[in-house]
């Protein structure tokens, strides 16, 4: 049994106490008291529960910087991303994840949902070992000490009318049908510390009539179950020419919909489809750094926050949570030309104990007996938290990424001083590993 002794620590809603000594045994709280002299090893500044971040694709890391410089849309970006999606292998895939893993750990993140549809080599063949790039992210994942979800992706078609999948990196992403798609997904094998889930990649990219196939898989296992939904415009114009109705809907008659479910993104709905998502206990999760980046738009925050509302760095233009956290209250400032409209606990509980739901983890995201044992020391004397004080507010209006200084991920100390212990450098191992797959561009 170890003891970590807090500063100051979050305890859930208002709740900030002071000399709060956290007991932990067997990577899990065992014991909780505030007001109590300084034991074991000191957490300075205000400690919260490790962060989530439910939406993640870790090869798009390498994109960061490169799709700004010219103009364009989502689909303008796509082609970059598909260049990169082309040169991995496992070992690059390996090589970048873990830098990318160790870059959110960095940043307070002790969780990561992978959403993963780069299966099979180049031509589309599979591997010798047909979850390698799986097995590839997994190991990564270990490697930097997260705990992860790999959301494996069925992706079926190139188009909405169920078009083929386009030559090229496509390729890469398609197991034939969701039959197929599920019977390699059965043969992953994985340590305690990771989630096997589910995904659809869009109602573009799985046809209508497969979407229950990866669901019913989802179900029979009770794990999470993922999906791309309304993030363009164009995407839910298209869904309404192709099968009369908007995404939502049509998640929701093939049994999608439902509490172990997230909608990623949820950009463009009608009331409709809010009350779809709504009514069946779907969650949902922003992106809000991504979607300000491809100029996707603007979710109903104000409609879905009362629910599982989870958020995630997607593209990772931006591996910092709390940036995410406070992004969902100022684009409804913008939206609504109003202030104060989510308190700040509520925000950080997105980040938190949310996303590790979404994730399927009800035991983590909160600092309880019984819960993981992840603690997020957040510095309150950097030159963006100065003078706010240990409140949540000024973990979520003020700090970032960098103000990270200590993470314990299941009772281990993985970032100490702002150093990732297993990734000490981490910024050489993004270059090396970025220049391994783009070394031209």
Do not use: K
């Not at 390699?184 to 990649?201: F, M, Q, Y």
């Not at 196939?213 to 164009?234: C, F, K, M, Y």
């Not at 008659?253 to 709905?269: E, I």
């Not at 909160?366 to 938290?385: E, F, I, K, P, Y």
């Amino acid at each position: 049994m170890s003891d970590w002794w807090c500063e100051h620590a979050w305890l859930g809603g208002d709740t900030v106490a002071d000399g709060v000594t956290v007991s932990v045994d067997d990577g899990a709280i065992v014991a909780v008291r505030p007001d109590s002299p300084p034991t074991g090893t000191v957490l300075h500044g205000l400690v919260i529960p490790g962060l989530a971040n439910a939406h993640s694709h870790a090869f798009h890391r390498a994109l960061r910087s490169r799709t700004q410089r010219d103009r364009g849309s989502f689909w303008t970006w796509r082609t970059l991303m598909y260049a990169v999606a082309q040169r991995l292998t496992p070992d690059t895939y390996r090589a970048l994840a873990r830098a990318v893993y160790a870059e959110m750990a960095l940043a307070g993140i002790t969780a990561v949902g992978e959403f993963h549809y780069l299966h099979h080599d180049g031509a589309g063949r599979r591997y010798a070992d047909p979850n390698a790039m799986g097995h590839a992210l997994i190991d990564a994942a270990t490697a930097a000490g997260l705990r992860l979800t790999l959301l494996d992706t069925c992706y079926l078609s190139s188009g909405i009318d169920g078009a083929g999948l386009e030559d090229g990196p496509q390729r890469r992403f398609g197991d034939g049908d969701a039959d197929r798609w599920a019977q390699r997904v059965d043969a992953l094998r994985a340590p305690e510390s990771v989630t096997i889930g589910a995904a659809i990649h869009s109602v573009r990219a799985v046809p209508a009539d497969q979407m229950g196939t990866v669901a019913d898989w989802a179900a029979r296992r009770n794990a999470p179950l993922h999906i791309h939904s309304s993030e363009q415009t164009g995407e839910v114009e298209r869904c309404l020419a192709v099968h009369g109705c908007t995404p939502t809907a049509l998640m929701r008659d093939h049994g999608v919909l439902g509490a172990r479910t997230t909608a990623v993104h949820a950009t463009h709905l009608t009331e409709r489809d809010v009350a779809d998502l709504t009514g069946s206990a779907t969650g949902v999760c922003f992106c809000p750094t991504t979607e300000r980046d491809l100029g996707d738009g603007i979710g109903p925050a104000g409609a879905l926050i009362d629910g599982t509302f989870s958020l995630g760095s997607d593209s990772h233009a931006v591996v910092d949570l709390f940036e995410e956290a406070r992004a969902v209250e100022l684009d409804e400032r913008l939206y609504r030309r109003e202030r104060g409209l989510f308190p700040a606990a509520r925000l950080l509980g997105c980040a938190t104990v949310d996303g590790h739901r979404a994730l399927g983890r009800s035991d983590a995201g909160v600092l309880r007996v019984g819960a993981r044992a992840d603690l997020v020391a957040v510095d309150l004397n950097s030159v963006r938290t100065a003078g706010g004080g240990p409140t949540p507010e000024t973990v979520v209006f003020a700090a970032g990424a960098a103000d990270v200084t200590d993470v314990v991920i299941d009772g281990r100390p993985v970032v100490v001083d702002r150093t990732h212990v297993d990734v000490p450098d981490t910024g050489a191992a993004l270059t090396a590993a970025i220049r391994a797959v783009l070394e031209d561009r």
